[in-house]
């Protein structure tokens, strides 16, 4: 037997914001959508990515959130980031460092605090 995905919950009190990190910003695309209900769900892909957004306002403010993404050219992810939404860059990563445990990295953040490091082994 083998694990093959982990696949992430992410919480969010306005799932726009979360939609617009994800599939404006990082060019994932929504594989479902269900925004009828009081709890709107949203699955993203990307490549061989999944994440399953919950709009949930009781949930949001408990759990924020820190995920890596891994590319493997950070260059090319940085660039499109800072051409479609620079204002996303994490004030604290907003450029491409090189980290002490050998990782290339920046980061964003949204306006409800969700944290997205994105890094390249270096």
Same mark, same amino acid.
């Given at each position: 037997?083998?694990?093959?995905? %982990? @696949?992430?919950?992410?919480?969010?009190? *306005? @799932?726009?914001?979360?939609?617009? %990190? &994800?599939? #404006?910003?990082?060019?994932?695309?929504?594989?479902?959508? *269900? #925004?009828?209900?009081?709890?709107? &769900?949203? @699955?993203?892909?990307?490549?061989?990515?999944?994440? =399953?957004?919950?709009?949930?306002?009781?949930?949001?403010?408990?759990?924020?959130?820190?995920?890596? %993404?891994?590319? #493997? #050219?950070?260059?090319?992810? &940085?660039?499109?980031?800072?051409?479609? =939404?620079?204002?996303?860059?994490?004030?604290?990563?907003?450029?491409?460092? %090189?980290?002490?445990?050998?990782?290339?990295?920046?980061?964003?953040? *949204?306006?409800?605090?969700?944290?997205?490091?994105?890094?390249?082994?270096?």
């Amino acid at each position: 037997m083998q694990f093959t995905k %982990l @696949i992430p919950n992410i919480f969010y009190s *306005d @799932i726009k914001v979360a939609l617009q %990190l &994800f599939v #404006d910003t990082l060019g994932f695309a929504v594989a479902y959508s *269900d #925004d009828k209900g009081e709890q709107p &769900f949203y @699955i993203i892909k990307r490549d061989t990515l999944v994440i =399953h957004l919950i709009e949930c306002r009781e949930w949001a403010v408990k759990d924020r959130p820190e995920i890596r %993404l891994e590319t #493997d #050219d950070i260059h090319a992810a &940085f660039a499109a980031v800072n051409s479609s =939404h620079p204002e996303l860059l994490h004030p604290n990563a907003a450029e491409i460092t %090189l980290k002490p445990w050998g990782a290339l990295e920046f980061a964003l953040r *949204d306006a409800e605090e969700v944290c997205v490091i994105v890094q390249q082994p270096a």
